[in-house]
């Protein structure tokens, strides 16, 4: 894609919104929406300046994702490290996939209460929990990808002798990567949603709780703008991801990109 | 069984073979029970040697090689010897290079760090270097260094992998059907490169095919597999000029002697 038809790509794109914002404006102006409740967009723009100005909203957002990345980085580590004891060892496997499944299945937020109750209303509570939440499609898609290796690449590294370090790290590993890749997204996403609810229904701290609290004191204007700046944290994040990809892997992104085989 | 009473092993080492097999067999399980592919194959192949296994598809010509490169284990009581001591597993003087260029080489490595495999944590990163650049010059890719695998043809795919092999410095060079799905121009290319490769750097060769002009032009000599289970029914030297020449070596009238009688031990080892 060359620079000017990106840049198009981009204008294009925010025909839309911008439309929307315009018809909301207007329709609030107007009187034509029924709900008092809901702010207009100048009143949530203003609510970002107020939020701003006295570093509510730089603490808050400090402290969420300080919840979601150590959550994220945490479950991913031991997702990995698990993924990869059950992909390479088949009695790993066979003693543990039922429990995988059974601890998998159950919804994250069902954990909340029980994290309270051991971590008390604290940092360790939510990340407890975004952790959680990371670890499974990180463990799943790792197993997958090194058990996957195929029977080629097997001969290969016997016939060069390396060792079981060395297969795990330079053909199990990199062999599970594109499929890692899209859980370690998903495991990112999956921490900022649970970090948020825990804050909701926990510890009464970061993003979660200011919501609570806007509504609490009836700011609806609030709420939009820390709804909003999740959104805009869950954007960002994704796309710093993709950066790290580019340049840690680009073996498998460039592949992942399209490349149309050997010539 | 009896063992041959043993006396001094290093004063038995059998050093002018690279390889010598005897009573090989092998046998799968399968659901009608079991099932011998190999019986009682026995080869040699002196060091320096260039030895061609040829034989139809499906007569254990891979199977054999693997027992070479030790990556699987014939029926008890075979003997593989590699340079005079009995082969255990795979041993880093043997190098192979598989049929299947693309699902052998690491798609998500470029192509220096595919020959690179083999020697990294082993040698130090100067010398790692100057091999890997030793022999990418020997295949002639080195400007390719830095392309991943998809994107390279065939030929050079398969050229990668031997230089993988080669930047091991093997004493011997296994190879399985490695031109197989190669078209007909860059096969007979990559015969002379290995023909140049091997003069240069005085690799022995063990190479299975079933192309029959592929194992006169290339071999000193020619194992024909035939039978089921398979045993080595015919066993031809080759002594055809050095260098070889796509053009006059396959004019040459020895080398239409040598390919009729390969031809027709393969015709009546089919009839059995």
């Known amino acids: ?263 | 069984m009896t063992m041959p009473a043993t006396t001094d092993p290093v004063a038995e080492r059998d050093t002018a073979h690279a390889f010598a097999c005897e009573g090989l067999f092998v046998e799968y399980d399968t659901k009608r029970g079991p099932l011998r592919v190999l019986e009682d194959v026995t080869f040699t192949c002196k060091q320096g040697e260039f030895v061609s296994i040829l034989g139809p598809s499906g007569t254990g010509k891979t199977t054999l090689l693997r027992i070479l490169a030790g990556l699987l284990t014939p029926g008890a009581g075979s003997s593989v010897q590699f340079q005079g001591a009995e082969l255990t597993g795979p041993n880093p003087g043997v190098a192979i290079v598989f049929q299947n260029y693309a699902a052998s080489l690491l798609q998500w490595r470029t192509v220096e760090r595919n020959v690179a495999l083999g020697l990294e944590g082993r040698v130090g990163k100067d010398e790692r270097n100057a091999r890997v650049q030793e022999a990418l010059e020997l295949v002639g890719l080195a400007d390719r260094r830095h392309d991943y695998p998809w994107q390279l043809s065939g030929g050079m795919q398969q050229r990668v992998q031997i230089a993988r092999a080669l930047v091991m410095r093997p004493a011997v060079l296994l190879m399985d059907e490695p031109f197989g799905a190669l078209d007909a121009m860059t096969k007979s290319q990559l015969q002379d490169e290995l023909l140049r490769v091997r003069a240069l750097t005085g690799t022995t060769v063990v190479f299975v095919t079933h192309d029959i002009d592929e194992a006169v032009y290339l071999s000193d000599r020619v194992f024909v597999l035939s039978g089921k289970p398979a045993r080595v029914s015919t066993e031809l030297g080759v002594e055809l000029p050095q260098p070889r020449s796509q053009v006059t070596t396959k004019e040459d009238p020895e080398y239409l002697r040598i390919r009729h009688e390969v031809y027709s031990a393969l015709r009546t080892g089919d009839g059995h």
């Open chain 1, 1 to 263: 894609m060359t620079a000017s038809s990106r840049t198009r790509g981009v204008l294009l794109g925010l025909i839309v919104p911008a439309a929307i914002i315009v018809i909301w404006q207007l329709a609030k102006s107007l009187g034509a929406l029924p709900y008092d409740n809901v702010p207009s967009p100048f009143q949530i723009v203003r609510s970002y300046g107020a939020l701003i100005a006295d570093g509510e909203l730089a603490r808050n957002l400090g402290h969420t994702l300080l919840a979601c990345l150590g959550g994220w980085a945490l479950g991913s580590a031991i997702g990995i490290a698990l993924g990869v004891g059950l992909g390479v060892s088949r009695a790993a496997w066979n003693y543990s996939m039922a429990s995988v499944e059974v601890l998998r299945a159950i919804p994250a937020i069902a954990f909340v209460p029980i994290a309270v109750i051991i971590f008390t209303q604290t940092l360790q509570m939510e990340i407890s929990i975004a952790t959680w939440v990371a670890i499974w499609p990180v463990t799943v898609s790792t197993m997958n990808g090194v058990a996957s290796v195929s029977s080629e690449h097997h001969d290969v590294a016997r016939s060069l002798r390396l060792s079981w370090l060395e297969r795990v790290t330079k053909l199990a590993l990199p062999t599970a990567m594109p499929k890692l890749l899209v859980a370690l997204r998903l495991s990112l996403s999956g921490a900022l949603v649970l970090a948020i609810v825990a804050e909701i229904v926990g510890n009464p701290a970061g993003i979660g709780y200011a919501l609570v609290s806007a509504q609490q004191a009836l700011r609806p204007d609030e709420m939009f703008a820390y709804i909003l700046l999740t959104g805009v944290i869950g954007l960002v994040l994704n796309g710093l991801l993709s950066l790290v990809y580019r340049y840690a892997a680009p073996g498998v992104t460039a592949r992942m990109e399209g490349a149309t085989g050997g010539a």
